[in-house]
Structure formats: structure tokens, C-alpha cells
């Protein structure tokens, strides 16, 4: 199963072609795609337009929709930041390490773009 990210929705909504959008144009017919609460809320929050939320709501809720937060995952999600910040990485958005930190934990691959989701591949395998 696939997570995508909302840097990826968010271009593929908006028409905008690039190896990302490519990538999720042609998974769309293959690959399970998983779509996270968090993701959707990122997505969502982004439409001025009620019709067009009303349309992304939608499609994106033919997928499989995850909750992404548990008590646990939170605190995996710190430990997890915090090592990388031992590391020198910064993590800029919580919502990313607890994205990320579900991915891992749950063995999905990630299609992001997003510069945040980088410290992260050292730990498990972004698409």
C-alpha cells in the first residue's frame, strides 16, 4: 500500500505534472493507495471553492482513509524526531514526523515532496 502526501495531492488537484503526479497518475489503476486522516486535512483545508472540496472529498475518499494518531504513535513520533535532531536534521512540522512515523510503523512507502519526509529515509523506505 502506498501513502501519498498532501505535497503530492495538492499538485496532482491543481494539474500540475511533474515525475510525483506522473508516479501517482500511473499507481492510481496498480497500487493500493492508503490516505491518511491527516493527509486528508491537509488536503481539504486547501479548497476555497465548496465545490471543488466537495470533489476532492470525494476522490479521495474512495481510498482506504487511516487514522494516523494514537497515543503510542505520538510518542514514537517524538522519539523519532528527537534522533534525527540529534542528528542535526530538523524536522520543521509535526504533522510530517507523525506521517512519517505511521509510514514506518506501518511498513508503507511514502510518495512525498517534501524536504521534511528526507531525514526520514535512513529509517525506512520513501518512494
Known sequence: MLVVDSTVWVDYFNGVQNPHTDYLHNALDSIPIVVGDLILAEVLQ?????????QARRALEKFTVVSMVSPDLAVKSAQNYRSLRRMGITVRKTIDSLIAT??????????HRDSDFDGYSGIWDCA
Open 46 to 54: 486547501g479548497f476555497r471553492d465548496d465545490e471543488h472540496f466537495e
Open 102 to 111: 505511521w509510514c514506518i510503523e506501518h511498513e508503507h512507502p511514502l510518495l
